[in-house]
C-alpha cells in the first residue's frame, strides 16, 4: 500500500503561484502513475495533470495546459503540481492520487483508474 500526503494550498491572490507537493509513504512511486484532480464546490472531481513515474511522460486537461507543470523528484519520492497564472475558477480542493497497471493516457483521465487517494489540500484564487 501507498499513503499519499497533499501540501502546499492556501489562499492567492488571481495571477499567482502556488507549488502542491504530494509525498508517498509506505511505498514508492516507482510502480505507479500519478495524477492530480480537482473538485470545486458543487462541482464533479475532474483530473488536473498527470505523470507517469518511470518515463516521465505528462498530460494535462485542456482547462490547465499551459499554466500548471507537473513534475516528480525521484530521491524526495515526491510529486509536485506547480500551478502559475491562477484564476479564480482554479479555486478547489486538490487531491493527489496513484494507480497501477498500465491504461492508456486517456483511461488516465478517469478517476476510477486511481486505488489511493491523499486527503486533499484547499487551493483558493481571490479576484
Known amino acids: 500500500q501507498v499513503q499519499l500526503v497533499e501540501s502546499g494550498g492556501g489562499l492567492v491572490q488571481a495571477g499567482g503561484s502556488l507549488r502542491l507537493s504530494c509525498a508517498a509513504s509506505?511505498?514508492?512511486?516507482?510502480?505507479?502513475?500519478v495524477g492530480w484532480f480537482r473538485q470545486a464546490p458543487g462541482k464533479e472531481r475532474e483530473f488536473t495533470a498527470g505523470i507517469s513515474w518511470s518515463a516521465g511522460v505528462t498530460y494535462y486537461s485542456d482547462s490547465v495546459k499551459g499554466r500548471f507543470t507537473i513534475s516528480r523528484d525521484n530521491a524526495k519520492n515526491t510529486v509536485y503540481l506547480q500551478m502559475n497564472s491562477l484564476k479564480p475558477e482554479d479555486t478547489a480542493v486538490y487531491y493527489c492520487?496513484?494507480?497501477?497497471?498500465?491504461?492508456?493516457?486517456?483511461?488516465?483521465?478517469?478517476?476510477?483508474?486511481?486505488?489511493?487517494w491523499g486527503q486533499g489540500t484547499q487551493v483558493t484564487v481571490s479576484s
Open positions: 492520487a496513484a494507480g497501477s497497471g498500465r491504461p492508456t493516457l486517456a483511461q488516465r483521465r478517469s478517476q476510477r483508474e486511481y486505488d489511493y
Open positions: 509506505g511505498r514508492t512511486f516507482s510502480s505507479y502513475f
